[in-house]
T-cell receptor, first 113, second 114 residues
Framework: AQKITQTQPGMFVQEKEAVTLDCTYDTSDQSYGLFWYKQPSSGEMIFLIYQGSYDEQNATEGRYSLNFQKARKSANLVISASQLGDSAMYFCALDSNDYKLSFGAGTTVTVRA | DAGITQSPRHKVTETGTPVTLRCHQTENHRYMYWYRQDPGHGLRLIHYSYGVKDTDKGEVSDGYSVSRSKTEDFLLTLESATSSQTSVYFC?????????????FGPGTRLTVL
């Protein structure tokens, strides 16, 4: 059963603007982790940000922040001040405390100059 | 960058032939994984390993087997390749536990089964 849902197959964003990528998840575990990865057109998978289920503050890593709403089971990624190099596919993933990741189908982001 | 290599990087084979993909790490991480990536499906877990000779199935394990005889190497074998196994295969590693469960990925292997 799919545990991660990314409802936006593709998005366009203007350079220097912020963009929010949606991610909802399903787990009955109390302890879990949420991850975001970036996959540029070159194909590699790049780790961006991590949020633990018990973390009280939203995770931030540079221009990336994770809007974690536990009650809604959502973990949206916010990219601020978009750059052309942010054009890529973005994947949300869930670790239900079993060291295995379940990935969403991904969202393609295209940054326009 | 995490030290993960995959070989070969590209392979074209024919239906019914055996294929082995190799993943090698220099990080001494306990956990290793094989995923396949297909359009519209994200990455799906094939098999994973939680130690030498300790492996388990993922969600799409049919038609695949794995072996891990050393910490640094994790092999994925397609016993008799089929066209449905045409995909991009990624190996990943993790140290395990909390943020340590974040996985680092190899560069991928593009496999085409004709």
């Amino acid at each position: 059963a799919q545990k991660i849902t990314q409802t936006q197959p593709g998005m366009f964003v203007q350079e220097k603007e912020a963009v929010t990528l949606d991610c909802t998840y399903d787990t009955s575990d109390q302890s879990y982790g949420l991850f975001w990865y970036k996959q540029p057109s070159s194909g590699e998978m790049i780790f961006l940000i991590y949020q633990g289920s018990y973390d009280e503050q939203n995770a931030t890593e540079g221009r990336y922040s994770l809007n974690f709403q536990k009650a809604r089971k959502s973990a949206n990624l916010v990219i601020s001040a978009s750059q052309l190099g942010d054009s890529a596919m973005y994947f949300c993933a869930l670790d239900s405390n079993d060291y295995k990741l379940s990935f969403g189908a991904g969202t393609t982001v295209t940054v326009r100059a | 960058d995490a030290g993960i290599t995959q070989s070969p990087r590209h392979k074209v084979t024919e239906t019914g032939t055996p294929v082995t993909l190799r993943c090698h790490q220099t990080e001494n991480h306990r956990y290793m994984y094989w995923y396949r990536q297909d359009p519209g499906h994200g990455l799906r877990l094939i098999h994973y390993s939680y130690g030498v000779k300790d492996t388990d199935k993922g969600e799409v394990s049919d038609g695949y087997s794995v072996s891990r005889s050393k910490t640094e190497d994790f092999l994925l074998t397609l016993e008799s390749a089929t066209s449905s196994q045409t995909s991009v295969y990624f190996c990943a590693i993790s140290a395990g536990g909390g943020e340590g469960s974040k996985q680092f990925f190899g560069p991928g292997t593009r496999l085409t089964v004709l």
